[in-house]
């Protein structure tokens, strides 16, 4: 398989490489399980913070808060850094729609008051900054990302933990898709975007963000091409398996690139309340777990994560590159679980209804 980056540069096989640790904590409440996780792994994160800070939710919706990071899983962290005399904080977060009324709808305004501390809209950010991506044919275009994050020293991504219908789960690496220039996230899909369309429909979009009803509408309208275009393409050989398969490879591949440039620091996951089936957004369904996860190697969170889902984490193919690549360690037998017994609190999720297909990603670029 002609994967197009070289590996990394480290060999968990050895001896001297310590395993990451990983929290899993259990509550009655989103707050109090998070805190649980933080505190589990306190040190190693505070050992991982310097200076500036940033904590990046995820707000795929502006109004379902089951598909978006709740400020209940926000807060503790917060607080785990302010405790520790850490206050240059910034939440920060690049919606998928309205970044200004998921702050409204998911607790974040009275946050940001309480605790005083500001929030960033990376939508309306610059982005002079860019990497190499691949379309689902494995031809090159680019993702632009925002400024801001490289003006950070600390970033602690703090999702939703969510089923996917290219990717498989969506979790904390995935999660940095949000600091992408929101009309380049769909090209992270494997779809050609040309640069004039995109740059039209970004200052479109930006100036009606503020007109919730017109924007719902064109958003609606922006979802509507961009699915269409996933499925067009899909479809280019006549029959819908081969165009998924090239999605889940160019998906795989470029979310392992993104991780090449905007890796957290730092990850907090919450799976409180879960999503499975058709996420991660509307189609999702609920799943009640009470966990939340964290640590300093995302890559071994969203492992851990994603085998509490019912997911071979390896079968993951942004995961399995990620450690392949040396990015971090998604090999569960190389990762240090501490706090609950994981096999207490798997569930077996109810994947995509393209999962099928999306577990077959190795195969679309075999040749």
């Not at 851990?304 to 040396?326: C, I, K, Q, R, T």
């Amino acid at each position: 398989m002609a994967w197009s980056f070289a590996k990394g540069s480290y060999d968990m096989n050895k001896t001297d490489i310590k395993k990451p640790r990983v929290a899993v904590a259990t509550g009655k409440n989103r707050e109090e399980t998070v805190r649980k996780a933080d505190s589990l792994v306190g040190d190693d994160i505070l050992s991982k913070v310097t200076d500036r800070v940033i904590i990046k939710p995820n707000f795929l919706s502006s109004v379902n808060p089951l598909a978006s990071t709740q400020a209940g899983a926000v807060q503790p962290v917060i607080e785990l850094l302010q405790n520790s005399g850490v206050n240059t904080i910034c939440i920060a977060e690049g919606g998928s729609r309205s970044t200004m009324l998921a702050l409204d709808n998911f607790g974040y305004r009275e946050l940001t008051q309480k605790f005083d501390i500001e929030f960033a809209d990376l939508n309306h950010d610059g982005f002079s900054h860019s990497f190499d991506i691949l379309t689902s044919n494995r031809e090159r275009q680019i993702a632009e990302y925002t400024d801001f994050i490289t003006e950070t020293d600390t970033v602690i991504s703090v999702p939703v933990a969510k089923t996917h219908d290219t990717a498989g789960v969506t979790l904390s690496v995935k999660n940095m898709m949000g600091c992408l220039r929101r009309v380049h996230r769909p090209r992270m899909h494997g779809i050609k975007i040309g640069s004039v369309l995109s740059r039209m429909a970004e200052k479109l979009w930006n100036s009606i963000e503020g007109h919730p009803y017109v924007f719902k509408s064109f958003s609606g309208v922006v979802f509507s091409i961009v699915k269409n275009l996933r499925s067009r393409n899909s479809k280019k050989n006549e029959t819908l398996d081969p165009g998924l398969l090239r999605q889940a490879a160019a998906i795989s591949e470029n979310l392992c690139r993104l991780g090449k440039v905007l890796m957290p620091d730092i990850a907090v996951i919450d799976a409180f309340d879960a999503m499975e089936g058709d996420g991660p957004g509307s189609t999702g369904t609920p799943v009640d777990m009470k966990i939340a996860v964290a640590g300093t190697d995302p890559v071994a969170c969203d492992a851990v994560m994603a085998s509490m889902m019912g997911f071979d984490p390896l079968s993951v193919g942004h995961l399995y590159l990620a450690n392949e690549h040396g990015l971090g360690v998604a090999d569960l037998d190389k990762i240090e679980c501490v706090g609950e017994d994981i096999t207490l609190h798997t569930r077996r999720f109810k994947p995509h209804s393209n999962y099928p297909v999306q577990k077959r990603w190795r195969e679309a670029w075999s040749d």
